[in-house]
């Protein structure tokens, strides 16, 4: 299977971010939401460093057959993972 990887931002107040970091399966045009990083000021080239570290281990180690996490629109994809994480 082949994926698009897309980065989703979204602001929380006025020092704090959450990056989305979303898949699209390109066989089937759905999506899911690998996982959600969240920046505070100041960000530090360590905590940008162990997020993309982070997000290649998850997508290697996490099987991506699940047909509940893949939606229609990134838009849903991300509304089911804030639900389901928060």
Not at 6 to 12: E, S
Not at 26 to 43: C, E, H, M, N, T
Not at 56 to 78: C, M, N, Q, R
Request: net charge negative.
């Amino acid at each position: 299977m082949v994926y698009q990887e897309i980065r989703i931002w979204k602001k929380i107040g006025s020092d704090m971010a959450v990056r989305y970091f979303c898949l699209l399966d390109i066989s089937s045009g759905k999506y899911r939401v690998q996982s959600a990083d969240f920046f505070r000021l100041p960000v530090t080239a360590e905590q940008v460093k162990f997020f993309e570290s982070q997000a290649a281990e998850l997508f290697i180690e996490t099987s991506s057959a699940g047909v509940d996490d893949w939606h229609v629109t990134i838009e849903k994809a991300i509304e089911m993972h804030e639900k389901n994480f928060s």
